[in-house]
């Protein structure tokens, strides 16, 4: 009882505003678990995310990576806050977006990682 949130927390933002040729193509969505952004703040997670897939340096392997350092420091920061006693559950999710909807994106995947929390 009292565990369950039923309503989720939703950011939405405009893109329509968006003047910078160079930074209007640069979409993303990111999708996570109360477990992650409880221990780390979004705007970290997602500048954190948004250099690692749009900087010069982009690979699978290295948004891999960096997913899963996002995760590795919300255990850490559960651990800390919880003498080791508890981890909640982490889900992250994040996938590029085209632009417009009449361009082909480049990739048709989706990054996910998740950890298992708990006590056990």
């Known amino acids: 009882p009292g565990w369950l949130v039923a309503e989720p927390a939703v950011v939405t933002i405009s893109l329509k505003n968006v003047e910078d040729e160079a930074v209007s193509k640069q979409y993303f969505v990111m999708v996570s678990s109360d477990g ?14 948004g250099n690692s897939m749009f900087g010069s340096n982009f690979s ?12 590795a420091e919300s255990a850490q920061g559960w ?8 981890r909640d559950d982490m889900t992250l999710l994040v996938s590029r977006l085209s632009p417009t909807l009449s361009e082909k994106p480049q990739r048709k995947s989706i990054f996910l990682r998740r950890f298992r929390g708990g006590t056990g």
């Not at 651990?79 to 080791?84: K, P, Q, S, V």
């Open 79 to 86: 651990a800390r806050e919880t003498a080791n006693s508890y």
């Open 36 to 49: 992650v952004t409880d221990t780390q703040s979004i705007n970290q997670i997602l500048h954190k995310l």
């Open 60 to 71: 699978r392997k290295t948004l891999g990576n960096e997913l899963d350092s996002i995760l």
